[in-house]
């Protein structure tokens, strides 16, 4: 039986059936697909900064004259228009990308005026289209200026029956001035607003140095006042706050096209006397909804993740204000605000990802110098076309002006022949050979026109358009000329947004983060309370609320026991030593709860199972302790060397074969007494230990047989206590000591009369 698939066609059929190859047909599906979302959707044109949807909106309220000082028009009429005429999409997501248009919290500089309810910044939606009214602002004007006069490539619309833009002239850098966002198929996009003025200095200072690198063209001081004549300094929000980013981060983002900026809220602190002291939060990053972002403060706070936080309110009207109260005046202002920049929206990392289409087409990752520059040069084309659209129309003009010039200096027998010939246009064209344009021209001239002062006029607008047309034509010749206009638009644009109030000065400035320390702020977002922490023979660990000493022996699994318990803070880090020698750290407040028997401490570290638990006690930063193995070798170690940032530990004592960790002891004094298994006590000065971060150290002590006991250190002043098994304390000043006083590594001697059996100092 044959393999090959049946592809005849049953009788009386008349379907052109085929194979189709499905993976070869899904390529090809998707690839139409993937290219139609990037190009006609989800990327904006580098050169206008759009994408259709904006644009064809934009062309649409141009078409019902909905010019800045006009009249408005309901929402729904021009959603319609577009959707009927060149956008055949739902009107639901046409509307919303005519109210982001109109939002000035979204907007840097806004291309629709809305009247009417179009969303606040809580997050509340705009109302429906019906009720809403929009016309255009400024900065549309300027996007379509000169867009009758063949400054851009038309296309016909999705039926054919009418055109639309390709790109729109654009004289205005929309692409940074207002910014992007959009998800294609493998592919996104991601351009945080810009200050035009910015941009425009940017710009000029590009045209007159083509070379400049974009470090050239990003402001050198970061931190300094803003001024009119700042290059690039960063983004700049609608919505303000403050950028907290490095310039070399900065520089980086703009030459590589993608980076990041740290955007934090803009707050102050309101004194209420008697030490009590207020946070209120005037601005919040761009894209944050006010409402969520008090909810989550709200949630945090009941959950008890900010300690340092007794209540949040919204106090905001037409601007934003939110209070922050802390829980004590005592309260630092600046980690409290660590505290809620680490846990809540009040700081942001706003992405740059500046891939747009190139020419309309290819999608490309730019620049921030390629980005000006496809504007700047979009320009100049743009100048080009106009110049050569308006030389067309002055040379029509000058043609028709000669024609008439022509019929006043002989009107009486222009008008025999208007009169008398039956074919006076051909009669026209012979007599005083003119153009075809020339004798239609004369022959629709009205009869109030013929009067001496109207060649006047004529022969005065002849001159105009003469000097007009050869200017451009010089224009036309010299690209110089050509960037000399660019550079006086350019010019125009800047002065007329360094006027404007509101839109002109930057609104999101530069700081530096506040110096805090990272475990501060870790241990603020703990709330404090006492606890005992219990560790069994077994490993397994728990932690009890409050101090106690009164350990129940019955909560411990059958066979198990306790080996030692200690009071903390659920602030504090807990410091663990194994036998292997490595040092592991335990957060307080994530130990399981004392009602229960615990957990093994093995399911919190990657503690090897050949490995047991030498000692457990609290990080206390700058504290010293002594490390050391039961063959006797050790040095002294700093605490804060001891933290391990991972679950695998960190190794600070290194053993080899059978060897073990055996003890380590916090440093208290200046002279060290260690006793070994062979019952031998030796005292010497504790410099004679090296202090290091990691390794096998020194010969502490010297056996024959057995390893160390156990070891502490004691200031020389007050002499060596120890404790025996009846809890009687015994002390002895180094005057008494002197018979075991040596050098480090010697062998000593056997302890004073009194010295506990066990060989331990504690008893």
């Given at each position: 039986?044959?393999d090959?698939?049946d592809?005849?066609v049953p009788p ?9 190859d499905?993976?070869?047909a899904?390529?090809e599906?998707y690839?139409?697909?993937a290219?139609?979302?990037i ?5 904006p044109d580098?050169r206008d900064?759009?994408?259709p949807v ?10 019902l004259r909905?010019?800045p000082?006009g ?6 009429k021009?959603v319609g228009d577009v959707m009927?005429?060149?956008h055949p999409?739902g009107?639901q997501s046409?509307?919303?990308a ?9 907007m840097?500089y ?5 009247q009417?309810n179009?969303g606040?910044?809580?997050g509340?939606g705009?109302?429906?289209?019906r009720?809403t009214?929009t016309r ?8 379509m ?7 851009v490539?038309f296309?016909?619309?999705?039926d ?7 790109v729109l ?7 940074l001035a ?5 998800i294609?198929v493998g592919?996104?996009?991601s351009?945080p ?9 940017a710009?000029?200072?590009l ?6 690198s974009?470090?050239?063209l990003i402001?050198a001081?970061?931190?300094s006042a803003w001024?009119p004549d700042d290059l690039?300094?960063?983004?700049d929000?609608?919505?303000g706050?403050?950028?907290?980013e490095?310039?070399s ?8 096209g993608r980076?990041s900026?740290r955007?934090?809220s803009?707050y ?5 006397g008697?030490g009590?002291y ?8 761009y894209?944050v ?7 989550k403060?709200?949630?945090?706070l009941?959950?008890?993740k900010?300690?340092?936080?007794k209540?949040?309110r919204?106090?905001s009207?037409?601007?934003i204000r939110?209070?922050?109260e802390?829980r004590?005046?005592t309260?630092d202002?600046?980690?409290l605000?660590e505290q809620?920049?680490?846990?809540t929206?009040l700081e942001q ?7 747009v289409?190139?020419?309309?087409t290819?999608?490309?990752v730019m620049?921030?110098?390629?980005a000006?520059?496809a504007w700047l040069?979009h320009r ?5 076309r ?10 029509h003009?000058l043609?028709?002006?000669d024609?008439?010039i022509i019929?006043f ?5 222009v008008?025999r022949i208007?009169?008398?010939?039956d074919d006076?246009?051909?009669s026209?064209?012979s007599?005083f050979?003119l153009s075809d344009?020339?004798?239609e021209?004369i022959?629709?001239?009205r009869?109030?026109s013929?009067?001496k002062l109207?060649e006047i ?7 105009k ?6 200017h ?5 010749a ?5 960037w000399?206009?660019i550079?006086?638009?350019?010019g125009?644009?800047r ?7 509101k839109?002109g000065p930057?609104r999101t400035t ?7 320390d990272?475990?501060e702020?870790?241990?603020?977002m703990i709330?404090?309370e006492p ?9 397994w660990i728990r932690s009890?609320?409050?101090h106690?000493?009164?350990?129940d ?19 504090d880090?807990?410091l ?9 750290t335990?957060?307080g ?5 004392g ?5 093994p401490v093995r399911?919190?570290?990657e503690?090897?199972e050949?490995q047991?638990?030498?000692?457990l006690?609290?990080y206390r930063p ?7 193995s039961k063959k006797g070798?050790?040095f002294v170690v ?6 391990a940032?991972t679950?695998?530990?960190k190794?600070v004592?290194?053993?080899t074969?059978?060897?073990e ?10 002279t ?9 006590l030796l ?12 390794g ?9 047989d ?7 250190t ?9 404790t025996?098994?009846s809890?009687?304390?015994f002390?002895?000043?180094m005057?008494?000591l ?6 480090r590594?010697?062998?000593g001697?056997?302890p004073?009369?009194g ?5 331990r100092f504690s008893?």
């Open positions: 039986m044959s090959e698939p592809t005849t009386g059929g008349g379907d052109d059936r085929r194979v189709v499905l993976r070869e899904l390529e599906r690839l139409s697909y290219l139609s979302t190009t006609q959707r989800a990327l580098a900064g759009l994408k904006h644009r064809r909106i934009l062309h649409g309220m141009r078409l909905l010019d000082d009249a408005y028009k309901k929402s729904a021009i009927g005429s060149f999409h009107d046409i509307y919303d005519l109210v982001r248009l109109a939002q000035d919290f979204s840097r806004p291309l629709a005026d809305g009417g179009f606040n910044i809580d509340d705009a109302a429906a289209m009720y009214e255009m602002t400024d900065v549309s004007v300027r996007l200026e000169g867009i009758n006069e063949n400054a490539d296309k016909v619309n999705y054919g029956s009418t055109e639309e833009p390709v002239p654009s004289n205005f850098p929309n692409l207002n910014g992007t966002t959009g294609a592919m996104a996009t351009v607003p810009h200050n035009v003025i910015e941009l425009c200095n710009s000029l200072k045209i007159h140095n083509p070379d400049a974009v470090n050239d402001h001081d970061e931190t001024s690039v300094r960063g983004p929000f609608p919505t706050g403050e950028l907290v490095g310039r981060a900065i520089v980086n983002a703009y030459e590589t980076g900026f955007l934090r803009r102050i602190r309101e004194d209420k008697r009590v207020q946070i209120v939060v005037t601005e919040i990053p894209g909804q006010k409402s969520k972002l008090v909810e403060i709200a949630e945090l009941l959950a008890k900010l300690p340092l936080l209540d949040i919204d106090e009207a037409d601007d939110l209070v922050i802390p004590a005046g309260v202002p600046a980690i605000m809620l920049f680490k846990l929206d990392r706003i992405p740059l990802n500046m891939n289409l190139d020419h309309g290819i999608p490309k620049s921030l110098k390629e000006l520059r040069e100049k084309d743009v100048l080009v106009r110049t050569t659209h308006r030389l067309a129309e002055i040379a003009r043609e028709v002006l024609g008439y019929a200096l002989n009107l009486d027998e008008i208007i009169r008398e010939e006076a246009k051909a026209l064209m007599t050979e344009v020339q004798a021209a022959l629709n001239m009869l109030r013929l009067r109207e006029e004529l022969r005065t607008e002849h001159k358009l003469t000097e007009e047309e050869t451009l034509e010089a224009l036309l010299s690209e110089k000329r050509q000399g206009e550079t006086r638009q350019v125009e644009l002065s007329v947004y360094l006027k404007h109030a839109l930057r530069f700081a530096t983060a506040v110096d805090v990272l475990d702020v870790a241990s603020a709330e404090k606890i005992t922490v219990i560790l069994s023979e077994k490993g009890m609320r409050g106690t000493s009164d350990i022996e019955k909560s411990f699994k059958t066979g198990d026991r306790l080996k030692l318990f200690i009071h903390a803070q659920t602030t880090k807990l663990l030593l194994s036998t292997g020698g490595k040092v592991f335990l957060a407040d994530r130990l399981p709860g009602r229960s028997q615990g957990e399911l919190m570290v503690m090897e050949s047991d638990i030498v000692e006690f609290v700058g504290r010293k302790r002594i490390i050391a070798d050790g700093s605490e804060d060397e001891l933290i940032n679950r695998k530990g190794q004592l290194n053993v074969g059978t060897e960790a055996r003890l380590i002891v916090p440093v208290d004094g200046d060290v007494a260690l006793i070994g298994d062979n019952r031998k005292i010497f000065p504790l410099e004679a230990l090296p202090e290091m971060t990691r096998k150290g020194v010969r502490l002590q010297k056996y024959k057995g390893g160390l006991s156990d070891l502490k004691f200031p020389s002043a007050t002499g060596l206590t120890w025996d098994s809890g009687r304390s002390t002895r000043s005057a008494e002197t018979e075991w006083l040596g050098n590594a010697e062998a001697r056997q004073p009369p010295f506990p059996r066990n060989n008893g």
